[in-house]
């Protein structure tokens, strides 16, 4: 399982996506420069420890109402040449691993083939903060297409009712009725616990 470093980083993740988002196709907040806290997600280990990977929930409270966005981030000591130029979110320095270049997870290699593994019910969900714990909240229900599927991210979190629907069908989310869908929970702006769909194996 991977280490987590109690220390800093310089930019922090929040800072980072604060000018990252606003330049994706999929940012709902127009002109508005987000304002951005972290309401939940978990982590993968990468099984050759070299990618740090993490499943992040900010919530953009800078709008009339909050949209909860999904980024999916791995962690590199150094530039790839498998993740192209627009793949990269910015770099941090980090107080015990030096410089980090972070990667739009859905760039990243090491980031979806773990998303993969975890929606094949081979990876295990890290916590998101403490070394050594899994996280039982994150689930899959339903079954991945046996052949040939691909995996799907949702940016835009949407939360699901007690009979595991969207409550509302309006945005980006569209897996609900696909075959595996990994489900799992972030906390609303007036503290209240949601569960959404994160990601879904559709075929290809």
Same mark, same amino acid.
């Given at each position: 399982?991977?280490?987590?470093?109690?220390?800093?980083?310089?930019?922090?993740?929040? #800072?980072?996506?604060? @000018?990252?988002?606003? *330049?994706?196709?999929? +940012?709902? !907040?127009?002109?508005?420069?987000? #304002?951005?806290?972290?309401?939940?997600?978990?982590?993968?280990?990468?099984?050759?420890?070299?990618?740090?990977?993490?499943?992040?929930?900010?919530?953009?409270?800078?709008? $009339?109402?909050?949209?909860? +966005?999904?980024? $999916?981030? !791995? +962690?590199?000591?150094? #530039?790839?040449?498998?993740? $192209?130029?627009?793949?990269?979110?910015?770099?941090?320095?980090?107080?015990?691993?030096?410089?980090?270049?972070?990667?739009?997870? =859905? +760039?990243?290699?090491? /980031? =979806? @083939?773990?998303?993969?593994?975890?929606?094949?019910? /081979?990876?295990? $969900?890290?916590?998101? *903060?403490?070394?050594?714990?899994?996280?039982?909240?994150?689930?899959?229900?339903?079954?991945?297409?046996?052949?040939?599927?691909? /995996?799907?991210?949702? *940016?835009?979190?949407?939360?699901?009712?007690?009979?595991? #629907?969207? *409550?509302?069908?309006?945005?980006?989310?569209?897996?609900?009725? @696909?075959?595996?869908?990994? /489900?799992?929970?972030? =906390?609303?702006?007036?503290?209240?616990?949601?569960?959404?769909?994160?990601?879904?194996?559709?075929?290809?």
């Amino acid at each position: 399982m991977a280490v987590l470093h109690a220390t800093t980083m310089k930019p922090t993740k929040l #800072e980072l996506l604060t @000018a990252w988002l606003p *330049r994706q196709s999929w +940012y709902e !907040g127009g002109a508005a420069t987000p #304002e951005l806290a972290t309401s939940g997600g978990f982590r993968l280990d990468d099984p050759a420890g070299e990618v740090g990977i993490e499943i992040m929930v900010v919530t953009d409270t800078s709008g $009339p109402e909050p949209v909860v +966005y999904l980024v $999916p981030m !791995g +962690y590199r000591g150094a #530039e790839s040449a498998d993740i $192209p130029a627009e793949g990269l979110i910015g770099t941090s320095e980090h107080g015990v691993l030096g410089t980090r270049w972070i990667f739009d997870g =859905t +760039y990243d290699p090491v /980031v =979806t @083939a773990q998303l993969r593994a975890l929606l094949d019910g /081979v990876a295990v $969900p890290q916590h998101q *903060r403490e070394s050594g714990r899994t996280e039982p909240t994150v689930v899959v229900e339903g079954a991945v297409p046996a052949d040939g599927s691909e /995996v799907r991210i949702n *940016r835009v979190l949407l939360p699901v009712d007690s009979a595991g #629907e969207p *409550r509302d069908t309006t945005g980006t989310q569209d897996g609900h009725s @696909a075959p595996a869908r990994l /489900v799992a929970g972030w =906390t609303g702006p007036d503290g209240t616990a949601v569960r959404g769909v994160f990601a879904t194996a559709v075929r290809g």
